[in-house]
């Protein structure tokens, strides 16, 4: 029998431009071709630095709402702790690379596009706001960095050597596995969701491909 179309495919499928303008950047692009300017690469570090760590309880409130949705039979809970857990090694990486590059965490001033994201985090940390859609935002948000950074790490790609460990980070396949698992939680939801959620959930993950758009144009045009 033919796999049924989830609801992810279907979107996937209907934002394809956006998607890959999110996955498939000029900045990423410079990384995969080997001419990415450090400058750019060094002001993305200290940028995402500062979004990781306002990522860090909004996964926390997903979390929650992954606790609350009560009938989680399927294992929802633990793959996203494990998601937290990689977020507490995430943060020692930053700094231990922010070091290693001679970035000063310290001193980094948000940017524009930096904190509408971390914004549209925070409204997403709402309890109004839906589990199945701050689900939506969650799987998105670290999908597009595993397909970014995977795409740096093809055979064909000319990623230099030194940052082929922030590429590994994202790009690695445990971390796909992973975002598949995020995506097997969202279709899950959305299979038994109201068309009103399915409707916001489907603006939220608009909302995500544009602001990841937005923070790689920040750290691609200014040095
Ligand atoms: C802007 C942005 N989007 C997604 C990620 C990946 N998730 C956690 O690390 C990230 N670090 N930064």
């Known amino acids: 029998m033919q796999a049924k179309i989830t609801v992810t495919e279907t979107w996937l499928r209907k934002h394809r431009h956006l998607y890959d303008g999110a996955t498939r950047h000029p900045f990423i692009r410079s990384i995969r071709d080997g001419n990415i300017d450090i400058s750019a690469f060094k002001t993305w570090l200290g940028q995402d630095y500062i979004f990781v760590r306002a990522f860090v309880p909004f996964v926390a409130s997903v979390l929650t709402k992954a606790y609350k949705g009560s009938d989680d039979g399927n294992g929802d809970v633990e793959v996203i702790l494990g998601g937290v857990a990689a977020l507490h090694d995430e943060i020692s990486w930053f700094k231990k690379e922010a070091f290693k590059w001679g970035v000063q965490l310290s001193s980094i001033v948000p940017q524009k596009a930096n904190q509408e994201y971390c914004r549209f985090l925070e409204s997403l940390i709402s309890p109004e706001v ?94």
């Open 130 to 223: 839906e589990y199945t859609v701050a689900a939506v935002a969650f799987w998105a948000i670290e999908t597009i960095y595993q397909e970014s950074f995977a795409h740096c790490l093809e055979d064909d790609s000319k990623t230099p050597p030194e940052l082929k460990e922030t590429c590994q980070r994202w790009g690695n396949e445990s971390f796909g596995e992973y975002c598949n698992s995020l995506r097997n939680i969202v279709d899950r939801q959305l299979e038994k969701a109201s068309d009103d959620v399915i409707t916001k959930a489907e603006a939220t993950l608009l909302r995500v491909l544009e602001h990841e758009v937005d923070f790689w144009n920040m750290s691609h045009r200014r040095t």
